[in-house]
């Protein structure tokens, strides 16, 4: 009788496990792949915002002035995936970097892009170290400099004033500048969807 009830646990804690498994599965593959996701994160004062490509590359530019930027990273990204493919970097100012100390201490991130005329500040400074001590690939970046994110997305570095860069996917254009929004608009046109949260 005891090795019916353990086999019985065993079996409903296995039929739970692969329910969960197939929901996070399907919740992963609901997503459209043809889509370019851009978010305008809360971060509080400061910004932030992540770019999914088409063929999920993510980029993060900026992390706002603290490690709140990573409450809204688990709040967009799948349960457990902790991969950044770069951070980007806009200005030295603490109000957008700080969060990022937090993001490359706690996600695996491929490189990481400044541009090259930056200015040295504390916090600078504890990033630059945490980027050395990490092994993470640094790109200096300037007006210009062009990132490919996958099936023809493209950032497109501006570093001027509050035009951070733009970001190109099929015939839309959207500008990232230092000023964040909460809305979600969708548009559509000539095939492309942009989805902006």
Known sequence: MHFVKKSWREILLGVLLFV??????????????NLLYVYFLDVGKGDAVLIDSPTHARVLIDGGPD???????????????????????????????????????????????????????????????QIQNLNIKKVSAQSGTIL??????????????????QVVYGTQTISIVGTSTQKMIEIESNGTKLIYK
């Open 67 to 129: 490690g709140s930027i990573l409450t809204r990273l688990g709040q967009i990204l799948p349960f457990g995936d902790r991969d950044i493919d770069a951070v980007v970097e806009s200005n030295p100012s603490a109000s957008s970097i700080t969060g990022l100390v937090d993001v490359l201490k706690e996600y695996k991130v491929g490189m990481f892009v400044a541009p090259t005329f930056l200015a040295t500040s504390y916090t600078q400074t504890i990033l630059n170290q």
């Open 148 to 165: 490919d994110i996958g099936e023809g997305a493209q950032i497109i570095f501006n570093f001027q004033k509050q035009n951070i860069a």
């Open 20 to 33: 969960t498994i197939a929901v996070w599965y399907l919740v992963d593959e609901h997503r459209q792949n």
